[in-house]
């Protein structure tokens, strides 16, 4: 801490029990809100000096703060925006006045009073009741916008809140496109449901995962990497459209685009394919797009990325070769000879679907900017998926790209159990051998299929990559509250 900033703390304790001493609570109860200062504006744009007669009552955070003898301005800011206040000795009388004074940038105070239009033409509010509601014991930062250090915004987020009127409305965005998400699906007739957390094992996706312990059942629990298996138990059970949103956990790497918990949609539906889920995606995102942004045009780093239906399709191996100039057709030998020299690492010994998805990942899904559906993947990749009706070494999958990042994965769902059964065999093969991201064996999901489910058509979407796209925001972390961070040594 500098000396600066210590003594800026000092001065406010100072303050506090100042405010004691002088019987004023510094930290009331409640307030009677009544009014916020976006509506008000909007509200009193056409008022003149004379003062409006209705009386307001607004709540909020000093923002900025000038004295002129026996005025004062000031701009408090709520959960709308800021507004202007104007206080006077005489309206307000010696010790609410002296009180007005000796408020600080960052108090949030209740004010009550009437509308008029400033000299300079600004509506404000003359304060004729003023209320200290909590006193603020650390200044806030006065050149925030300046600031280049991303992981003080990230760290103290509350801050980055207050200061930061851009950040809110990214946040308040996010909140929107989660409620029209929801509101899309339920229109569809689909049900939404909670599912466990906490799994015996992991399942539903490959990736690594959070471990721990439950002390009174003494066994080792997982932080869920996905919420699939739970959820198609219900299709089984007879809920034939369901979904949920929530948080997932992947001990992995973290990037702009990864996170080690994240928010993901996932929704189940009985009696539709991967074709059947690709229509539902597309209109469900391009109605969300249309609704949040006024327009299907969207900037996103400096690309302007048209979800204008239809959506551009392509196979896997069809993007290998655009994109990449990568011809998978040419057997599998000779493929992992391309591999190596493209510096795919272990091409020669892992399995040859890993090194079509590695080389995908390098050579295709960077590349893909406007809306893509990437179709029919290696078998091998997606135990989860059904066989391809007219290739059995493929699966009938699609994923959707868009600014190279991988917005949503999708199958026509296995449901035939000795199938799934085999796959997972083959994951736990993969799994002795070290791959620690294979899928489980999960007898008790195998045991639902057992009993029957339909066919079923699976779907999730990366909500805070979503929100990215919507919000032209560079980094995941810009739209999660609070990001995880190193512990600041």
Same mark, same amino acid.
């Given at each position: 801490?500098?000396?600066?900033?210590?003594?800026?703390?000092?001065?406010?304790?100072?303050?506090?029990?100042?405010?004691?001493?002088?019987?004023?609570?510094?930290?009331?109860?409640?307030?009677?809100?009544?009014?916020?200062?976006?509506?008000?504006?909007?509200?009193?744009?056409?008022?003149?000096?004379?003062?409006?007669?209705?009386?307001?009552?607004?709540?909020?955070?000093?923002?900025?703060?000038?004295?002129?003898?026996?005025?004062?301005?000031?701009?408090?800011? @709520?959960?709308?925006?800021?507004?202007?206040?104007?206080?006077?000795?005489?309206?307000?009388?010696?010790?609410?006045?002296?009180?007005?004074?000796?408020?600080?940038?960052?108090?949030?105070?209740?004010?009550?009073?009437?509308?008029?239009?400033?000299?300079?033409?600004?509506?404000?509010?003359?304060?004729?009741?003023?209320?200290?509601?909590?006193?603020?014991?650390?200044?806030?930062?006065?050149?925030?916008?300046?600031?280049?250090?991303?992981?003080?915004?990230?760290?103290?987020?509350?801050?980055?809140?207050?200061?930061?009127?851009?950040?809110?409305?990214?946040?308040?965005?996010?909140?929107?496109?989660?409620?029209?998400?929801?509101?899309?699906?339920?229109?569809?007739?689909?049900?939404?449901?909670?599912?466990?957390?906490?799994?015996?094992?992991?399942?539903?996706?490959?990736?690594?995962?959070?471990?721990?312990?439950?002390?009174?059942?003494?066994?080792?629990?997982?932080?869920?990497?996905?919420?699939?298996?739970?959820?198609?138990?219900?299709?089984?059970?007879?809920?034939?459209?369901?979904?949920?949103?929530?948080?997932?956990?992947?001990?992995?790497?973290?990037?702009?685009?990864?996170?080690?918990?994240?928010?993901?949609?996932?929704?189940?539906?009985?009696?539709?394919?991967?074709?059947?889920?690709?229509?539902?995606?597309?209109?469900?995102?391009?109605?969300?797009?249309?609704?949040?942004?006024?327009?299907?045009?969207?900037?996103?780093?400096?690309?302007?990325?048209?979800?204008?239906?239809?959506?551009?399709?392509?196979?896997?191996?069809?993007?290998?070769?655009?994109?990449?100039?990568?011809?998978?057709?040419?057997?599998?030998?000779?493929?992992?000879?391309?591999?190596?020299?493209?510096?795919?690492?272990?091409?020669?010994?892992?399995?040859?679907?890993?090194?079509?998805?590695?080389?995908?990942?390098?050579?295709?899904?960077?590349?893909?900017?406007?809306?893509?559906?990437?179709?029919?993947?290696?078998?091998?990749?997606?135990?989860?998926?059904?066989?391809?009706?007219?290739?059995?070494?493929?699966?009938?999958?699609?994923?959707?790209?868009?600014?190279?990042?991988?917005?949503?994965?999708?199958?026509?769902?296995?449901? @035939?159990?000795? @199938?799934?059964?085999?796959?997972?065999?083959?994951?736990?093969?993969?799994?002795?051998?070290?791959?620690?991201?294979?899928?489980?064996?999960?007898?008790?999901?195998?045991?639902?299929?057992?009993?029957?489910?339909?066919?079923?058509?699976?779907?999730?979407?990366?909500?805070?990559?979503?929100?990215?796209?919507?919000?032209?925001?560079?980094?995941?972390?810009?739209?999660?509250?609070?990001?995880?961070?190193?512990?600041?040594?």
């Amino acid at each position: 801490m500098s000396e600066e900033l210590n003594e800026l703390l000092k001065v406010r304790r100072s303050k506090l029990d100042d405010l004691k001493a002088k019987k004023i609570e510094p930290y009331p109860y409640s307030y009677d809100q009544k009014h916020f200062a976006a509506p008000i504006l909007e509200k009193y744009k056409d008022v003149g000096a004379d003062e409006a007669p209705e009386e307001v009552s607004l709540a909020g955070r000093i923002m900025t703060k000038r004295g002129h003898g026996k005025a004062s301005f000031a701009h408090i800011q @709520d959960a709308s925006g800021k507004i202007q206040i104007y206080g006077k000795l005489d309206v307000l009388g010696k010790e609410t006045f002296e009180l007005f004074e000796k408020l600080d940038i960052g108090d949030i105070i209740g004010v009550k009073g009437k509308v008029f239009r400033t000299k300079k033409g600004e509506i404000t509010v003359k304060i004729e009741k003023l209320v200290l509601l909590c006193k603020s014991l650390h200044p806030l930062p006065e050149k925030w916008h300046g600031l280049q250090d991303k992981e003080l915004r990230y760290r103290e987020r509350y801050v980055d809140l207050i200061v930061n009127p851009d950040v809110k409305e990214v946040f308040k965005k996010r909140c929107r496109i989660v409620s029209l998400v929801r509101r899309y699906l339920d229109e569809q007739g689909f049900l939404e449901v909670e599912t466990p957390v906490l799994h015996t094992m992991p399942g539903g996706a490959t990736a690594k995962p959070f471990e721990t312990y439950h002390n009174s059942l003494d066994m080792d629990l997982f932080m869920r990497i996905a919420l699939e298996l739970h959820l198609k138990r219900l299709i089984v059970g007879g809920l034939e459209r369901v979904y949920e949103i929530g948080r997932v956990f992947r001990n992995e790497g973290m990037s702009y685009k990864h996170n080690p918990e994240y928010t993901m949609l996932e929704l189940y539906k009985a009696y539709a394919d991967y074709e059947d889920v690709m229509k539902l995606t597309e209109e469900m995102i391009t109605s969300i797009v249309k609704e949040v942004n006024g327009s299907l045009k969207v900037e996103f780093r400096g690309e302007v990325i048209d979800f204008t239906p239809p959506w551009k399709k392509l196979t896997l191996s069809q993007a290998l070769k655009e994109h990449g100039g990568i011809d998978i057709g040419v057997g599998e030998g000779e493929l992992r000879k391309v591999a190596k020299k493209k510096g795919i690492e272990g091409a020669e010994e892992i399995g040859i679907g890993k090194v079509i998805n590695l080389l995908y990942d390098k050579f295709v899904e960077p590349d893909l900017i406007q809306p893509t559906f990437i179709t029919d993947h290696p078998v091998e990749t997606t135990p989860l998926a059904k066989r391809h009706r007219k290739d059995k070494n493929l699966v009938e999958r699609f994923e959707l790209i868009v600014a190279g990042i991988e917005i949503a994965n999708a199958f026509s769902e296995l449901n @035939d159990p000795i @199938d799934q059964k085999g796959r997972f065999e083959e994951q736990q093969k993969l799994r002795q051998a070290g791959d620690q991201e294979a899928e489980s064996m999960d007898e008790d999901f195998l045991r639902a299929l057992e009993y029957g489910m339909p066919p079923t058509g699976g779907l999730g979407i990366g909500i805070d990559r979503l929100v990215m796209l919507l919000t032209n925001s560079q980094s995941i972390r810009d739209v999660i509250f609070f990001p995880h961070m190193r512990p600041i040594a």
